[in-house]
């Protein structure tokens, strides 16, 4: 009977954040980078600006900005993190389009999960502004794929002030 | 041929955040200010405390607080800025009501688009609350109008901790 | 003694949300407009697209409709709407920039207020795009305003499925 | 007539956010529990893994961390605060499950508000968990009580760099 | 080492949303109420609005009403509804304030979760407003509680168009 | 000078939702599958359930679940869609896991996105929990890739009331 009133503490593994108090505030440089495979003819009608929902880019580079700065809200156990520059280029190859996004931030904690939100949220939205050139008759996706999503590099900086 | 399997770089105004990292964390103030224009009646009913959705000037305020904090959210390429304190008031006029929003932070960038953000946001609280009493018959909006918004002043502070 | 103890209900002016359960679902269409005086020389590098920070509109159309689906969280007492679209226009003038946000969506209740946020947000992204072209010596916006934001027009239209 | 004209300042009562401009950065600790009363059959479920949505626990923490972070959007007037660590965790009882939130940041203002609503929102997601075991026949719930939400502690800390 | 690379399902538990594609759409109404426990000096602050952050119940409200919105973004797997209305009451006792909650939903599943958030929140919105007032010498609540957070009332109606 | 006050409508390429306001609602399933290649010791961690973060597929459901509710706010061209389910499983393999998010919406228009979105988000959680095993000791990630992010399939059903 003694058992049945006694706590219980919940202990195999609780989710928790990794506690950064005691950890210095120093300037992070993340840079991620993804591809989307797309038919040519949806890459030439890109290029050439005729995609009917308006500009590529600029939807994707916007998207993969502000979904950078939702990383803490979107990856559960991610710190808050000012970030000083986030910047999103695309480069137009054969059959796919490569995404990069650098981040800057001065934390306790690396921004490689920004940059790697921001360059995904960016795919995406390219893959959501040609959805009606790449489904086939069947309203189906056979050659769109996101691959390659890495971390191109990671690194610290002094802060030099202007 | 060859060119086809080329990287292009996507280089024509790629749409990007100024880099703050080299930026000092100073003090800074901003005020804007803009005004919304009601009929007489309307402005009456809101003075007396009379509005069917309640008190217009504490709705008005905390959106405006709210809106202010979601600025980095709402404007795709301002920085998350630690704010202070924001502030919202109003006067009552005639013809019209004035908003103004106070925002302090302490950033490597200025504060006027979250007082701008706040104040805007207030002004379009108080027109929702308003709608019934402003809409014509035909529930047009022949009178209300919201008019001009503007950065009253921007400065910098020395912070002097107490 | 006794009085001390009895509920007292608080009743002056709640804030509450109009009840619309028993309202019909009509598809409902509204059209906002609103201008942002800039400086001449602003407007022509608007215009050849030579804005440091990338392409006002682009970020400002995105920014007005990624704005006009969050209403419901930014005005207090707005219902949460299923926008079916959000279009955001912009006519450039000598001394000003007009944008205008038309909005449709099947509702219990109308949609101006998701105009005016989309407009409004889209003309305080143009101003953060232009801040450093619009701002003086001394860091203020002697010009810059945010004018004559109104609803043009509000209507009812039965839905004619495809 | 002259006084129509004149403004009237708003001043009764503005809803506005503490300055905390001047105050110093200091680490800040924070704890709060509460506790959920539960059905004794639904304790059993939950200790042994039978709940049909899935493990309550992580999805309690989770819930709890991530609005943890968003009390700056929950609460109006609270200050945005980096917070270095957000900790959830449970224990079971015969009748009821305590939770408990640690938060640490480092801030001008305590973070005991991020610390309730941290623990608030892991007891009603336990709650939304088990509705389906909670329910009587007519789908109320004569059981299901949240109690006894408390702050245990409040500390500041000098902040020891690793 | 076949066994190596053979896939092996996570099936343990996995969290999931309840599917209600396949229920009818009906009007739904839950009531939810709780309590915050405060210093007669704190009760009599407030019904004398002379707490300095401003006027307590309207901040309650207004942050409960879209805290009530965002109950899908905070309790994991509850499911987005679109909410008829959402009504925050208080009444004020000698000891305790309590809030009342009311949400009224078309949708496919209960809106009890909305209610609790909002009450929950409010709750926590008072708390923020006195927390002056409520604090000990040390920075402690030893007399603040929330207690008492439970669903008064569930229940379904049908839809009656005006 | 005429023309120097003349408007030019921008036209080139505004970024625009699709009109969907006459499409009939229809009962929506998207699968979208994606992968997460991992070193082989972190597979184990992460089976042994010993990974410092707390349990990797339970942050990862979660995650995904709330990210694909998002979708509308992060994919800017998005409409706003109410979700009957979302459902997040896993696969362990002997180099990588396998995520897989299945949707269903009665909507306007397909719920691919927000498959997509889950599944991303999903991946880059997992991403996130182990990033500490992953690094190497230039705290690079050398090994760790998302790969084959795709569509498996998209239908639609006639909704039969329960």
């Known amino acids: 009977m003694k058992n049945m009133t ?20 120093v300037k992070r440089i993340a840079e991620a980078e993804g591809k989307i495979r797309l038919q040519q003819e949806t890459i030439r009608k890109i290029r050439q600006g005729l995609v009917e929902k308006g500009d590529v880019f600029s939807a994707a580079q916007i998207a993969g900005v502000l979904a950078a700065k939702k990383t803490p809200e979107l990856i559960p156990l991610c710190h808050l993190i000012s970030l000083s520059k986030i910047d999103i280029r695309f480069s137009i190859h054969k059959e796919h389009i490569t995404g990069k996004c650098t981040v ?59």
Do not use: C
């Not at 219980?8 to 506690?19: A, C, G, R």
């Open 6 to 25: 006694k706590d219980i503490e919940v202990s195999n593994q609780p989710l928790k954040m990794v506690d950064v108090s005691n950890k210095p505030v």
């Open 104 to 162: 800057i931030g001065e934390s306790k904690t690396g921004v490689e999960m920004e940059a790697l939100v921001g360059v995904g949220t960016a795919l995406f939205t390219i893959w959501d502004m040609v959805k009606y050139l790449e489904k086939d008759e069947e309203g189906q996706y056979p050659h769109t794929r996101i691959v390659e999503i890495k971390v191109l590099e990671k690194r610290k900086e002094t802060i030099t002030l202007e």
